[in-house]
C-alpha cells in the first residue's frame, strides 16, 4: 500500500517536471504535407514547373474554356441540351454579364496561380542558378497564360502582392491591374520582353529533347508571333498603325516555319487528329492525358461530370446518335471510340461552316478530317428498327454528308425520339444541312474520345488536347503579312497548308495532285483579306478553341452576328432559321462593343478588401 | 513523449523528496499493548455490509468487512475504530470484542449529485447550466447509439441524424451553432478523460449518466475546448454488495417508415406526354418500356430489416473494492439489401481500496462492422422507370435496362443477389481506457492521477465487379479500395483536490495539470481489374488493370494545461464558483499557442432564506448567473506552416508528379473565443412533485476561424484561415417536469416538457463586407441561412408576357420567383405587371433558416401496478426543411421524362395550381425546370412521436424463490407517428433530415453542404421491439 502511495506522490512531483521538460508536445513535425520550403530546392523547381504542365489540364479539356472560346462564334453555337438562361445560353447571345461564371474562368480560376508558381520558378531558379531551358520553358508558360488573360479581359496585375512578375507569399486581398500596353510591353517585365528573353533562352531547343511534350523554342516562337500579331492589332484598333508589330509577327512566324526544331506538317490532314496518332510531330504543345496509373483516379476519370480537369469538351459538339429515330433499341450505342463517345449536345456548328466555309468537301480533305459523317451499328446488331428492316454491325445507322443529296426525303417521324430524313431503298435515317438541328448535327471527329483501356464512353476522354500546331504559325504568319499588305507573302505561307488539305491517304497520288491544282487555284483566285484569312483558320482549326480570341483580335465579332441552324423538336421537323445574337444586333457599328472583352467576373470582385469605388473602377470600363 | 517517471523516482533527489512528504504525512506510531477485535457492521435493515472500511483512528491500520459484514483487527486496548461506508454516515466507537456497529444511511449523500468537469457537485450547489440525463431515461429509446437516444430529451442540446444508414453518427449541436469554419461538436468525456473516438463504440447500456455541461461557467475548465459545450459521459461500475447480473436486451424487426413517393408507370407517362407536349425531348417511352408494366422497384428491393441488442453485466463488491464486467452486442440490418450495423463490446471495471489509496480501471472494448456506408442503391431504384419490367419476354431476369434518355442502368434487382460482386466493409476496433489513483494525503485534501490509453483502428474495404448496380452499367474493370486508420491518444491528468466543511462553510478546490496527444495515421490503396471476384479487396496487388495507387496521411497535435477551480458554498444558501484554465497547443502558430480562459458564477438558494420559511408549497428557487469564456481548438494540425500540393501529369504515357504552391504559411492564425452568459432560474413546488428550470444565455464568438478565399490574382491556390468575423446567440431553455399521479389508487403519472429556442446571428464578416455569398454566410443572418431565389408560385395563363420579361423563354407553367427589391437591381413594372428587367443572381434572397423557431421534447409515463406505458416525441417549430429530392439536385423532380419522377402536383393548363411546374417547361441549369432549386424548401414544423413502450414488471410475489431480484418485459416501437409535417402530409416521408446537401443527390448545387436535408439515402424506418431486463 505504501508502496502505491509512495508511487503515486512520486509520479505528482515528476510529471510537471517531465511534462515541462517535454513541451515539444506543442511543436510541429508535418509528416504527409510538403511545405513551401521545398522551392528552394533544385528537385522543387522542377517539380513546380511539371505542375505548371499539369495545370495546362485546367484550360484545355474541360468545358468551360473551351465554351468561352467557341459560344458566339461563327463557328458555333448552342445545342439542345443547353438551357435557355443557362450560363452556356447566356454566352451564345451574348446576354452574358459579370456573374456569368463559366465566361470568367480563365480568371477566376487558378491561372494566376500557375503564374505565380512560374514566379517561384523563375525566381528560385535564377537564385539557386537552374538551367536556362528550365527557366525559358517556365517564362514562356507564364507569358502564354498571362496573354490569354489579357486578350480575353484586358489589363491584367502583373504584380500579385510581393512585386511585379515576382512570386507573392503573402495572403493579399486587393489587386491592381496593369494597362493593356503595361501588360504587353512593360519595359522588362511586360509579355513581349518576357517572351523575346524565352526565345533567347530556349534557343536550340527541338522537340521532345528534354521531355516530351515540353515547350520548345518553336511554342515560345508561335506565342511570340501571336503576341505581336495581337499587339499589333490593338494598336491599329486603338488609332496606331501596328506596323512594327506585324512585321515581327511576320518574322517570328516565318523563322519558325523555316526551322521549326523537329516539329513538321502531317502528310494527311486527318492524321493530325486521329487519335491513334496523338502528340503528332504537327503538335507544338498539348494538354497531356493518359490512362497511366494514378492518373484517372484524380483527375477525374469518371462518369464525365465537369471535374477540374477532366477532358470532356469532346462530348460538347456530339449530336444524339445513340437513341433510335424509331423505336426500339437504337442499334448505335456511345462508345470509348473517337466515331462515338458522349453525346452532350453542348454545342453544334452552324449551318454556314457546313455549307460555306467547307464548300468544297471532295477536294479539301479537311472536312473529312474535322466532322463526322457516319454513324454504325455497334450493338444489338440485327435488331428491329421499326422502319423496315434491321441492321447488322457495321452498317450505317445515320449519314450526314454536309449537302444535300438528291432523293433524299423531307424529315418524317417514324415513331423514335426525332424526325429523320431517309433515301430511297435505304434503311439508314439521313441529315442534310438543311435539317441539321441543335440536336442532330455533324459531331466534332477531331476531337472525340479515345479510352481503350477503360472503355467507360461516359468517362472523360483520356486523349491529350492540342493547344498549338505548327499550322496556325503559318496563318499567323499570313494574317500578318496581310496585314503588312503582302498578300504573296500571306498566299506563300498558306499554300502549303492547301496543298496537304488536297492529299487523302485513300486517294492515287493523280487524284491526290489534281486536287492540290483545285485547292491552289482557289487560291489564286481568291481576294486575300482578313476574312479569307478567318474563313481558312476555320477551315485549318475549326473547333479547336481558338475562334473567339480570332473574332476578338480582329474586330470581327460582325462575322457571329448571325447564323442558321434548325431548332430541334421531337415531334415535327422545324425548319431552317437565321438567328440573330441580341447582343450583337447592331454590332457592325460598334467597333468598342463591350463584347470585345468579357467582364472581370463579379466573384472576384466580391472577394476584393477594397472600397466600391475601387472595386468599380476595378471592372472592365464598359461593364461597369 | 517518453514517461521517464519511473526513472526520475529512482532519482535521489526525489526520493528524498517524497520521503520527506511521507514523513510529515504519517506521524510515528506509539506501540501499546494489542487485543484482536472481532465484530460486525450492519445497515439500518440490519442487513450485512460488506467492504466497509474499519480503520483504527490516526492510523492506517484497518481492514474491511467481509460477505457477511464480519471483520477482525488487532489494536491496542481501548483504541478508537472509526467505521465508514459509501452512502453511510461514518462512525466513531470505541473497539470491544464482538461488538455490532449499525451504519446509518446518509441522505444528504442521496442527494442528487451531478458531474461537472473533473469532479462531481450536489446538485443545490451548482452554478452553471447543467443537464443530467439518467440511464433510465436513455433506455426508454432503444437506439444503437446513446446520441440517438439522447435526441429531443434535453432542452438546448438539438441532435439531428447525418445519415439514416444503420451505423451512422449523429451530429449534435449544444446552443446552436457558432464556428463558420471551425468544428461545432462539443467535447465529449468519457469517464473523466476527454473522448477521442466514435460515440458509437459505446453501448447506451453501459451508460450510467450523461451529463451535458452547456454554459461557459461550467464548460470553462476545458478551456479550448468548451466553447460547444461538453458531454461528460459515466460509464456503470461495479457497486458494493453480492454479485448481480443484469441482463438488457431485445429484438426487433426494422420495417419501412414509408416509400420514396415516386410516380407509377401510368403517372410517368401522362407527365411524360405534358412535357412532351411542352418540347421535351425526354416526353417519350423508352425502349424497353411496356404497356401495362408498373415495377414499383422500391418493393422489389426493400426488404424488412432486424435489430438485436444484447448487454449483460456482471458486478460485485469485494473487500476493499468492486468490479464490473460484461459484454454486449447489436446488430441491426437495414431495409435495404448489403447494409447493417454490427457491434460485439466488452467492458469491465475495476476499484480497489488499499488503505489510504484508491485505485481504478475501466476498459472499454469494441469491434464494430458497418456494410455498405457507400452503397447505396437508393437514386437507381428511384430513377428507373417503373414502365420497364425486371425481366425480358422470357421471364429471365435483364442485366442492363435501357432508359428513354439512352441512358443505361444495371438492373436494381441485382442489388437483392450481388454475391461475391459486392463488399462495402467497414472494420473497427476500439479501446478506452482509463486509469486512476487516488491518494487522501490529508484532512479532505486529494491528489489523483488519470491516465487515460485509447486507440481506434478502423479499417475499410470496397469492392464492386462489373454488373452490380453499384457501377456504371458499361464498367469493364472492378474497383477495389481499401483503408486503414489508427488513432492513438494518451491523457496524463494530475488532480489535487481538496473539500472541507468548516461550520457553515464549505469549500471545494481542485488544481490540475495535464498533457495529452493525439496521433493519427492514415493510408489507403485502390486498384481496379481485380483478376477474380471473389479476392475482393483483400490483395490489390492480383489486378490486370493498373498499378496499386496509395496513399497516406498523418497528423499529431498536442495539448498542455493549467487549470484551478475553487467552489465556497456558505449556509448551503449562497455559492460561488470561479476557475481558471490556461491551454497550450500545438495546432497554433509560435507565440498564439497559449491562452487563459476565466469563469465566474454565482447561486442563490432563496427557499433556504428565513422569509420563503412558510411557503411550504415552494420546494426550491434557485438563481443562478455565471460568466465564462472558452475557445474552439478545432484547427487542423500544420495550418500554419503552408503547403504545396502536388498534381499528375504525363509524359509519354507515364504519370510524372509535380508540386504547386498551394497555401502559405500564416503565422497569424490563434484561436475563436467565445463569451458566454447564462441566467438561471430553477424552481421546485410541493416537494418537488413540479419541476421548473428556465434559462438565458447570450454567447459571443469572435476571432471566428474564417476561410478567407483570396482573390485569384494573389495567385494563392488555397482560402486562407484566419481570425474575423463575430457570431452571436440567444435563446431559453424550458424544462417541465411534474409528477401528475402519485400512486393514486395504483396509479403513477408523470409527465416532461423541455422547449428551447436559440437565435443564431453572424455579426461580422471578413473585411467590410456583409455577404459572403459563395459561403452563403451573411451579416445580420443565420449562419445557415438559405440564400436563393423565392418562389411565389407559377406563371398561369394570362401572365405570358410577364414571363417572358422575367426569364428567357419564360412562359406559363415555369416557376414564378420574385424580384428583390431591396438589394437587387432597380426594375419596375408596367401597369399590366410586365417588369422592365429578367430575372438575375442579384434577386436571390435569404430566404429562410432551417433554425426552428421552437424546439423539444417531452414524454409521459404512466404505471399501474408494474404495468408501465411510456411515450417519448420531439417537436420543432418552424424553419425550414430542405429535400433535394424535390430540387434540381436530386435530378429525381426534372419533370422532363427523363427518370423517374417524384409524385408532384405538376401545373397544367387544366390544374393551374402554383406548387410544380409543368413537366417539359423552360429549363434552367442541370436539366431541370428553371429556379427548380426553389422546389425543395418545406415548412419543417414536425412533432414526432419517437417511441412507444409498453412494460410489465414481474412482481416479486411471482419471482420468489427464482433468483431473480427484478423482470421487466416491454415492447417498443419507435416513429410511430408524425403529427403537423407539412412534408409529411405530402410525402409521407419521415421529416427528419437524412444527408448533408452534398450527399445523397445526384450532382451538388448551391446549398451550402452543412445543412442538413433530405437526399436519397437509406429510408427511415419504423422498428417494433420486444425486450427483457433482467437481474439475479
Known amino acids: ?624 | 513523449m517518453k514517461l521517464t517517471c519511473q526513472t526520475l523516482i529512482g532519482n535521489r533527489a526525489c526520493n528524498m523528496l517524497y520521503a520527506l512528504v511521507l514523513l510529515v504525512m504519517f506521524p510515528v506510531m506509539v506501540i501499546a499493548q494489542t487485543v484482536t477485535i472481532k465484530g460486525q457492521v450492519l445497515d439500518d435493515l440490519g442487513e450485512p455490509i460488506l467492504g466497509a472500511n474499519v480503520v483504527q483512528v490516526g492510523t492506517t491500520n484497518g481492514t474491511m468487512t467481509d460477505l457477511d459484514g464480519n471483520f477482525t483487527l488487532s489494536v491496542p486496548a481501548g483504541a478508537r475504530l472509526k467505521v465508514s461506508f459509501i452512502g453511510y454516515l461514518s462512525q466513531e466507537v470505541t473497539a470491544q470484542n464482538g461488538m455490532t456497529i449499525n451504519l446509518a444511511e446518509d441522505r444528504k449523500a442521496l442527494e442528487d449529485v451531478v458531474v461537472i468537469g473533473y469532479g462531481t457537485a450536489k446538485k443545490s450547489d451548482v452554478t452553471g447550466s447543467i443537464a443530467s440525463v439518467s440511464s433510465d431515461k436513455l433506455r426508454e429509446v432503444p437506439a444503437q447509439s446513446a446520441t440517438q437516444a439522447l435526441q429531443g430529451r434535453v432542452a438546448g442540446v438539438d441532435i439531428q441524424r447525418t445519415s439514416s444508414r444503420p451505423g451512422a453518427d449523429q451530429q449534435i449541436r449544444i446552443r446552436g451553432t457558432r464556428s463558420l469554419t471551425a468544428s461545432n461538436d462539443p467535447l465529449i468525456v468519457l469517464d473523466g478523460i476527454p473522448f477521442a473516438g466514435s460515440i458509437g463504440d459505446i453501448s447506451p447500456n453501459d451508460i450510467k449518466s450523461m451529463d451535458i455541461l452547456k454554459d461557459a461557467s461550467a464548460t470553462a475548465i476545458y478551456g479550448s475546448r468548451g466553447a460547444n459545450g461538453v458531454i461528460i459521459i459515466t460509464t456503470n461500475r461495479g457497486k458494493s454488495g453480492k454479485a448481480t447480473v443484469n441482463y438488457n436486451g431485445y429484438v426487433g424487426a426494422v420495417t419501412l417508415f414509408s416509400e420514396y413517393p415516386m410516380m407509377n408507370a401510368d403517372q410517368l407517362t401522362k407527365m411524360r406526354e405534358v412535357a412532351k407536349a411542352n418540347g421535351s425531348a425526354w416526353g417519350v417511352a423508352g425502349p424497353m418500356d411496356e404497356a401495362g408494366v408498373n415495377t414499383d422497384w422500391q418493393d422489389e428491393v426493400f426488404k424488412t430489416g432486424m435489430a438485436n441488442s444484447h448487454d449483460i453485466t456482471i458486478s460485485a463488491g469485494t473487500e476493499g473494492g468492486s468490479y464490473s464486467f460484461g459484454g454486449s452486442y447489436y446488430n441491426e440490418s437495414a431495409v435495404v439489401p448489403n447494409q447493417g450495423y454490427e457491434r460485439f463490446g466488452i467492458r469491465a471495471t475495476i476499484d480497489q481500496k488499499i488503505g489510504r489509496v484508491r485505485v481504478g480501471l475501466t476498459t472499454q472494448n469494441s469491434y464494430s462492422i458497418t456494410d455498405g456506408e457507400n452503397s447505396s442503391p437508393i437514386y437507381n431504384l428511384l430513377q428507373t422507370s417503373p414502365n420497364i419490367s425486371p425481366y425480358d419476354e422470357a421471364g429471365n431476369l435483364r442485366d442492363v435496362l435501357s432508359l428513354n434518355s439512352s441512358d443505361k442502368v444495371v438492373n436494381p434487382l441485382i442489388y437483392n443477389n450481388v454475391g461475391e460482386k459486392h463488399a462495402d466493409r467497414r472494420k473497427s476496433f476500439a479501446s478506452y481506457n482509463s486509469l486512476f489513483g487516488e491518494v487522501d494525503i490529508w484532512d479532505g485534501l486529494k491528489y489523483r492521477l488519470n491516465v487515460g490509453l485509447n486507440y481506434r483502428q478502423s479499417k475499410y474495404g470496397q469492392f464492386n465487379a462489373p454488373g452490380v448496380p453499384y457501377l456504371g452499367y458499361d464498367a469493364i474493370f472492378s474497383s477495389a479500395a481499401v483503408n486503414n486508420s489508427h488513432t492513438t491518444n494518451w491523457t496524463l491528468e494530475n488532480l489535487l483536490t481538496y473539500d472541507k466543511e468548516f461550520g457553515k462553510h464549505r469549500v471545494s478546490a481542485t488544481a490540475m495539470y495535464s498533457a495529452e496527444q493525439t496521433e493519427y495515421e492514415y493510408s489507403t490503396m485502390s486498384a481496379s481489374g481485380i483478376t477474380a471476384d471473389q479476392l475482393q479487396y483483400y490483395n490489390l496487388a492480383l489486378n490486370s488493370d493498373k498499378a496499386v495507387v496509395g496513399q497516406g496521411s498523418h497528423y499529431k497535435r498536442g495539448l498542455m494545461s493549467w487549470m484551478g477551480r475553487v467552489q465556497y458554498v456558505y449556509d448551503n444558501k449562497y455559492m460561488f464558483s470561479a476557475s481558471v484554465r490556461s491551454d497550450g497547443s500545438s495546432v497554433l502558430a509560435e507565440g498564439k499557442k497559449w491562452h487563459t480562459y476565466p469563469a465566474v458564477s454565482i447561486g442563490w438558494n432563496a427557499n433556504r432564506e428565513e422569509f420563503l420559511k412558510d411557503f411550504d408549497w415552494l420546494s426550491n428557487l434557485k438563481l443562478r448567473i455565471g460568466y465564462g469564456q472558452t475557445s474552439n481548438q478545432a484547427v487542423s494540425p500544420y495550418q500554419t506552416l503552408g503547403s504545396m500540393a502536388m498534381v499528375y501529369y504525363t509524359v509519354n504515357g507515364n504519370q510524372v508528379t509535380g508540386y504547386s504552391p498551394y497555401s502559405v504559411p500564416n503565422d497569424e492564425l490563434g484561436w475563436e473565443y467565445t463569451s458566454n452568459w447564462n441566467y438561471g432560474l430553477d424552481l421546485g413546488f410541493w416537494n418537488n412533485r413540479l419541476t421548473a428550470a428556465f434559462e438565458f444565455y447570450t454567447q459571443h464568438t469572435k476571432d471566428l476561424l474564417l476561410s478567407v478565399t483570396l482573390p485569384a490574382s494573389s495567385g494563392i491556390q488555397s482560402s486562407y484561415l484566419t481570425n474575423i468575423g463575430e457570431t452571436k446567440n440567444r435563446g431559453f431553455e424550458l424544462t417541465l417536469n411534474g409528477i401528475i399521479l402519485d400512486d393514486y389508487n395504483g396509479w403513477t403519472w408523470s409527465l416532461g416538457f423541455n422547449f428551447y429556442r436559440n437565435h443564431n446571428e453572424i455579426t461580422q464578416l471578413a473585411g467590410d463586407s456583409d455577404r459572403d455569398i459563395a459561403n452563403g454566410w451573411f451579416v445580420g443572418e443565420s449562419i445557415d441561412a438559405i440564400y436563393d431565389y423565392n418562389k411565389v408560385g407559377i406563371y398561369q395563363v394570362g401572365e405570358e408576357a410577364i414571363a417572358a420579361a422575367a426569364h428567357s423563354g419564360g412562359k406559363p407553367g415555369d416557376i414564378k420567383v420574385s424580384y428583390n427589391l431591396e438589394d437587387g437591381d432597380a426594375v419596375t413594372f408596367d401597369a399590366n405587371g410586365v417588369p422592365s428587367r429578367a430575372i438575375n443572381a442579384s434577386d436571390r434572397q435569404i430566404i429562410g433558416t432551417p433554425d426552428g423557431d421552437l424546439q423539444g421534447g417531452f414524454n409521459t409515463n404512466v404505471a399501474w401496478k408494474g404495468f408501465d406505458l411510456g411515450i417519448v416525441g420531439a417537436f420543432k417549430f418552424g424553419g425550414i426543411l430542405v429535400s433535394t429530392l424535390h430540387g434540381s439536385n436530386g435530378y429525381l423532380n426534372m419533370l422532363s421524362g427523363r427518370r423517374g419522377n417524384i409524385d408532384v402536383d405538376y401545373w397544367t393548363v387544366d390544374n393551374p395550381n402554383n406548387d410544380y411546374p409543368t413537366p417539359g417547361g423552360t429549363l434552367g441549369g442541370q436539366d431541370a425546370p428553371i429556379y427548380a432549386s426553389t422546389l425543395q424548401y418545406f415548412d419543417a414544423t414536425y412533432v414526432k412521436i419517437r417511441t412507444i413502450s409498453l412494460g410489465y414488471t414481474l412482481p416479486k410475489s411471482i419471482l420468489g424463490k427464482t433468483g431473480i431480484s427484478n423482470c421487466r418485459v416491454y415492447a417498443t416501437v419507435t416513429n410511430p407517428f408524425v403529427f403537423f409535417s407539412d412534408f409529411h402530409s405530402e410525402t409521407g416521408m419521415d421529416p427528419e433530415p437524412n444527408s448533408f446537401a452534398n450527399q445523397n443527390v445526384a450532382a451538388s448545387g448551391s446549398t451550402q453542404s452543412r445543412v442538413l436535408t433530405i437526399g436519397t439515402n437509406t429510408p427511415s424506418t419504423r422498428n417494433w421491439i420486444f425486450g427483457l431486463s433482467l437481474t439475479f
Open chain 1, 1 to 624: 500500500m505504501k508502496n502505491i502511495a509512495k508511487f503515486l506522490i512520486g509520479v505528482m512531483v515528476a510529471t510537471p517536471v517531465v511534462m515541462t521538460s517535454c513541451s515539444e508536445i506543442l511543436d510541429e513535425t508535418p509528416r504527409s504535407t510538403i511545405t513551401p520550403q521545398l522551392m528552394q530546392t533544385d528537385q522543387g523547381v522542377e517539380l513546380a514547373l511539371t505542375s505548371v504542365y499539369s495545370s495546362l489540364r485546367y484550360f484545355w479539356g474541360p468545358v468551360s474554356p473551351y465554351y468561352v472560346m467557341q459560344y458566339g462564334t461563327d463557328e458555333s453555337t448552342y445545342g439542345n441540351l443547353v438551357g435557355a438562361g443557362s450560363e452556356e445560353y447566356l454566352m451564345d447571345e451574348y446576354t452574358l454579364t459579370p456573374e456569368t461564371g463559366r465566361a470568367g474562368v480563365y480568371w477566376s480560376s487558378n491561372m494566376f496561380a500557375y503564374i505565380n508558381t512560374c514566379n517561384a520558378i523563375i525566381q528560385n531558379g535564377e537564385a539557386g542558378g537552374a538551367d536556362a531551358r528550365l527557366l525559358g520553358e517556365a517564362r514562356t508558360l507564364r507569358a502564354f497564360y498571362q496573354f490569354l488573360l489579357v486578350q480575353l479581359y484586358g489589363g491584367i496585375p502583373l504584380d500579385l502582392g510581393s512585386g511585379i512578375q515576382a512570386y507573392n507569399t503573402t495572403a493579399v486581398r486587393t489587386s491592381t491591374r496593369n494597362t493593356i500596353d503595361e501588360t504587353y510591353n512593360m519595359a522588362e517585365y511586360g509579355i513581349i520582353p518576357q517572351l523575346e528573353k524565352a526565345v533567347t533562352e530556349l534557343a536550340g531547343s527541338t522537340r521532345n529533347d528534354r521531355q516530351a511534350g515540353c515547350v520548345t523554342q518553336a511554342f515560345a516562337q508561335y506565342v511570340l508571333a501571336k503576341v505581336y500579331l495581337t499587339y499589333g492589332w490593338y494598336l491599329k484598333n486603338n488609332g496606331g498603325n501596328g506596323q512594327e508589330f506585324f512585321q515581327k509577327a511576320y518574322n517570328t512566324a516565318k523563322a519558325c516555319v523555316d526551322n521549326p526544331g523537329g516539329f513538321a506538317l502531317e502528310t494527311y490532314y486527318h492524321d493530325v487528329h486521329d487519335a491513334l496518332n496523338d502528340r503528332n510531330a504537327e503538335i507544338l504543345l498539348y494538354a497531356d492525358r493518359s490512362d497511366a496509373a494514378g492518373f484517372s483516379a484524380s483527375e477525374g476519370d469518371s462518369w464525365g461530370t465537369e471535374s477540374a480537369k477532366g477532358n470532356i469538351q469532346s462530348y460538347a459538339m456530339r449530336p444524339w446518335f445513340d437513341t433510335g429515330f424509331a423505336s426500339g433499341a437504337s442499334p448505335c450505342g456511345r462508345a470509348a471510340e473517337q466515331d462515338y463517345g458522349r453525346p452532350w449536345r453542348r454545342m453544334a456548328p452552324t449551318y454556314e461552316v457546313i455549307t460555306r466555309i467547307f464548300a468544297d468537301k471532295t477536294n479539301d480533305s479537311r472536312y473529312d478530317g474535322t466532322f463526322q459523317k457516319v454513324w454504325k451499328c455497334n450493338q444489338n446488331g440485327g435488331s428491329a428498327n421499326g422502319v423496315s428492316t434491321t441492321f447488322a454491325l457495321g452498317d450505317t445507322v445515320i449519314y450526314m454528308p454536309g449537302y444535300e443529296i438528291e432523293g433524299a426525303s423531307e424529315p418524317q417521324h417514324f415513331g423514335g425520339s426525332y424526325p429523320v430524313q431517309t433515301l430511297p431503298g435505304k434503311n439508314y435515317g439521313v441529315f442534310t444541312p438543311k435539317h441539321m438541328t441543335r440536336e442532330n448535327f455533324p459531331a466534332l471527329w477531331k476531337q472525340g474520345p479515345y479510352n481503350p483501356l477503360s472503355g467507360n464512353a461516359n468517362s472523360s476522354s483520356l486523349r491529350p488536347v492540342d493547344i498549338a500546331k505548327l499550322s496556325e504559325v503559318y496563318l499567323i504568319g499570313a494574317e500578318a503579312a496581310v496585314m503588312l499588305g503582302n498578300t504573296e507573302n500571306a498566299k506563300a505561307l498558306i499554300r502549303p497548308l492547301r496543298e496537304r488539305a488536297a492529299n487523302r491517304e485513300e486517294n492515287t497520288a493523280a487524284q491526290n495532285e489534281a486536287a492540290k491544282a483545285v485547292l491552289l487555284a482557289d487560291l489564286e483566285a481568291q481576294t486575300i483579306d482578313i476574312d479569307f484569312i478567318l474563313d481558312e483558320r476555320s477551315r485549318e482549326l475549326f473547333g479547336e478553341g481558338l475562334r473567339w480570341l480570332d473574332l476578338a483580335r480582329t474586330k470581327k465579332l460582325s462575322r457571329a452576328k448571325t447564323y442558321s441552324i434548325c431548332p430541334f423538336d421531337a415531334s415535327t421537323a422545324q425548319p431552317l432559321t437565321t438567328y440573330t445574337r441580341p447582343g450583337l444586333s447592331n454590332i457592325e457599328n460598334e467597333p468598342n462593343s463591350k463584347y470585345y472583352l468579357h467582364p472581370i467576373p463579379q466573384t472576384f470582385i466580391d472577394a476584393l478588401d477594397m472600397d466600391d469605388a475601387s472595386k468599380k473602377a476595378y471592372q472592365n470600363e464598359l461593364w461597369r
